[in-house]
């Protein structure tokens, strides 16, 4: 009874706000920047990349691990964003909503990591470098991608030669392709200065 009594005498909960506060905008995005794990890979379309490795062979597994999430969650928390569920999370009141691909089959390209993914052009993706490299590639020019990724690998170091591998016939990625060659000795150097040089993967 004590309990019904109370539910009826508490305030209504806010409801949920989507599109997200701009107050909660800029706070994520200030978060995203003081960790070195996580980055706004891009603002425009909303690409919130996470700390992978430093150097890859083309052939490794393109995903976010466990540690990876976790990391996330962890720094997330403090803005009221929880994970709802296996793949997505959210602040109700802020409108705050994040989106985490499932994974795919072990070859598959990493170009294709959010095309089953569900998401409104307000909600953010959480994706590898890799992938959010991809997302770049595929949501710019070339020369507006080739800027936005020379930042990129300086931060988050990116499985370049699997992305080469999976370029298509198209237009934009035959453009695109050279650009490789350009990012490949700007990442090289990134990971042998500070701060790349001594980090480790999430395990």
């Known amino acids: 009874m004590f309990r019904r009594l109370t539910r009826w005498m508490s305030p209504p909960q806010k409801p949920a706000r989507h599109p997200p506060d701009p107050e909660a905008e800029e706070a994520l995005a200030a978060v995203l920047d003081r960790d070195p794990y996580l980055c706004l890979a891009d603002r425009g379309l909303r690409l919130v990349s996470v700390f992978d490795d430093l150097r890859y062979d083309r052939a490794d597994m393109d995903m976010l691990n466990g540690p990876m999430r976790r990391r996330l969650v962890a720094a997330l928390a403090p803005l009221g964003v929880r994970q709802g569920s296996g793949s997505r999370l959210g602040c109700p009141v802020t409108g705050l909503r994040l989106h985490m691909p499932k994974f795919r089959a072990l070859g598959a390209s990493p170009f294709d990591a959010l095309r089953d993914t569900v998401r409104a052009p307000t909600d953010y993706a959480v994706l590898t470098p890799t992938q959010a490299a991809c997302a770049i590639i595929d949501g710019h020019s070339t020369d ?45 150097e990134a990971v042998r200065r500070a701060p790349l040089k001594d980090r480790r993967a999430l395990r």
């Open 144 to 188: 507006a991608a080739v800027a936005r990724l020379e930042r990129l690998v300086r931060q988050h170091p990116v499985n370049l030669l699997r992305i080469f591998d999976f370029l298509d016939g198209s237009p934009a990625h035959q453009a695109f392709r050279p650009a490789i060659g350009h990012l490949v000795p700007i990442q090289r």
